[in-house]
């Protein structure tokens, strides 16, 4: 008989699981990539989920399935979970990085942003004067002169390396969400300072801070930060202004006066909306005319736009954070709402229900304003994987509405921004790329850039973008392809509010800081 010594055989630590796990893994990430179409936020959780549970299979392995020593697994498992909890101890999360929801993680000892309150009386006397400057024009209300997102002749000098944009003037701003309006050289806005929600009137020209108008409250969410989103409008004298909360004043415009003032959530008895009420006002004739909130409706309310008389309230859908606009579709003057599911159109003058399409089923919000394209045609767009669609209106003679969708696709999914329409094409961001899109058929013609969340304008044959990054770029709007003009590092932090025309004076800002550029003109054919 031969001696054997026995030896204990080595087991492995059965590695063939971490290989499957990082296959697996990196199949799931491939797979997502290779998806083009597919919305970035869903994209961006999905990969994130992926990584997520990649890294606690592989944790679940080398404390269960590895052959490691007890001990050594153990050191190791109490080594991350002390790691973990110094995380957690150490960093905070402030805000969101970017529009896709990854929270910004920041260490504790940071401070929070916050601008300090303001130190000038809160409305202004009847003798300031002040002159529009030379080559501005009146922009009353959000999203472009007529609420289209378009400005038209401008003369913007489409060089801006040769000839740059001038800036005016820079300065701190309280956190909102809320653009400009102008009129006659005065910029109103929204924005909150502590525990008070401002409307404010600068001097365009300046910046110079004319008056302020306070309300004791304060919207906040995690995600979509602190103060208001709407921006004011002007008509007639007056600034109309929609708050955070549901705050609806109307204020005297040279002074900030407060005329009358409605806690429209508060008194209909409706909740709020998860990222705060975001809804510009419509004045339509003698109305104003805000939504409601995250409620089976009432979905629009008017107020008598003199005495703030409550005329009428509509619609049985919840809001989502578009706002209202006046159009005439199939020879018809209404208003149309985009709601939280569907699109409703509305008489000005009652509130009725004109007609009701059923778009989507009110899971994801909405922040596209609808688009107008003719006398019978109206484009909506949406983020989150809902896509767009072209419908065709049509009023028959006894009164009924008929709508027909013409085209449905997801060649264009806007998110935070609205899209205009030049030449028979659609201009706008598809999923934070600048696209352009045939209106008859929804053949996309390009897709290019990289602008995250952010916004854009039609000037004219030009574009100006603001991107979520913080840059303004000017591109043309053209069919042939993304031509970029030249750009300006306006701002640089995470920047979702719409960029504003007065003649050739931009203004910009986000919720820390405000910026006015001069642009140059072309020459005059």
């Known amino acids: ?27 799931c990430l491939t797979v997502l990539q290779l998806k083009p179409e597919m919305d970035r936020n869903l994209k961006g959780w999905a990969s994130s989920m992926v990584v997520m549970l990649a890294l606690i299979l592989v944790a679940l392995w080398f404390v269960l399935l590895s052959r490691f020593p007890g001990r050594i697994r153990l050191k190791t498992a109490l080594a ?23 929270p910004r993680l920041v260490w504790r000892w940071t401070p929070a942003h916050e601008t300090v309150p303001l130190s ?8 300031i004067t002040i002159n529009a400057p030379p080559g501005a024009k009146d922009v009353p209300q959000y999203f472009g002169p007529k609420r289209d997102g378009a400005v038209h002749e401008a003369n913007l000098d489409r060089d801006w390396k040769a000839s740059p944009p001038k800036q005016l003037w820079r300065q701190p701003i309280g956190s909102a969400w809320s653009a400009f309006a102008v009129v006659g050289g005065r910029a109103y806005t929204q924005e909150q300072r502590g525990e008070e ?18 309300d004791h409250v304060r919207f906040s969410q995690w995600q979509s930060g602190d103060g208001p989103h709407g921006t004011p409008t002007v008509e007639a ?49 003698d109305r104003v005319v805000v939504t409601g909130g995250d409620a089976a409706g009432p979905t629009l309310l008017a107020y008598h736009k003199e005495s703030g008389a409550a005329l009428w309230k509509s619609g049985t859908d919840k809001t989502s954070y578009t706002s209202p606009l006046v159009a005439v579709l199939a ?40 688009t107008v394209i003719g006398d019978d045609r109206v ?66 013609k390009w897709k290019e850039g990289r602008f995250g969340s952010g916004q854009s304008l039609l000037v004219d044959d030009l574009l100006i973008v603001q991107s979520e990054q913080g840059p303004v770029v000017l591109a043309e709007a053209t069919t042939d392809g993304y031509h970029e003009l030249g750009r300006i590092a306006a701002l640089s932090s995470k920047t979702w509010t719409h960029p504003v025309l007065a003649g050739r004076y931009l203004l910009v800002r986000n919720d820390q800081e405000a910026v006015c550029y001069e642009l140059p003109l072309g020459k005059v054919k």
């Open 1 to 27: 008989m031969n001696d054997i010594i026995s030896k204990p055989v080595r087991k492995g630590h059965r590695v063939w699981c971490l290989i499957i796990i990082g296959l697996l893994a990196v199949g």
């Open 80 to 102: 991350l979970l002390l790691a973990g909890l110094g995380f957690k101890a150490l960093v905070r999360v402030d805000g969101t990085a970017s529009g896709i929801g990854t």
């Open 120 to 127: 000038v009386p809160t409305t202004a006397p009847d003798s």
């Open 197 to 214: 929600e401002l409307v404010t009137c600068y001097e365009l020209l300046t910046g110079r801070l004319l008056w302020s108008h306070a």
């Open 237 to 285: 004298g007056k600034v109309y202004s929609y708050g955070g909360t549901g705050v609806l004043n109307c204020l005297d415009a040279l002074t900030g006066v407060r005329l009358w003032s409605h806690e429209v959530l508060r008194e209909n008895h409706l909740p709020n909306l998860l990222w705060g009420v975001s809804c510009s006002p419509l004045v339509v004739d």
């Open 331 to 370: 020879g018809k003057r209404v208003v149309l709402s985009i709601n939280a599911s569907a699109l409703t159109l509305h008489d000005p003058a009652s509130g009725e229900v004109l007609a009701d399409y059923q778009w989507v089923d009110g899971k994801w919000p909405i922040a596209a304003q609808p």
């Open 379 to 444: 484009f909506l767009t949406a983020g989150y994987g809902m896509g767009c669609v072209m419908l065709q209106f049509k009023a028959g003679a006894d009164g009924k509405w008929s709508v027909e969708e013409l085209w449905k696709n997801n060649k264009l999914k806007a998110q935070f921004n609205s899209v205009a329409v030049r030449d028979g094409h659609l201009y706008g961001l598809d999923d934070g790329s600048l696209a352009c899109l045939d209106i008859i058929t929804g053949t996309r």
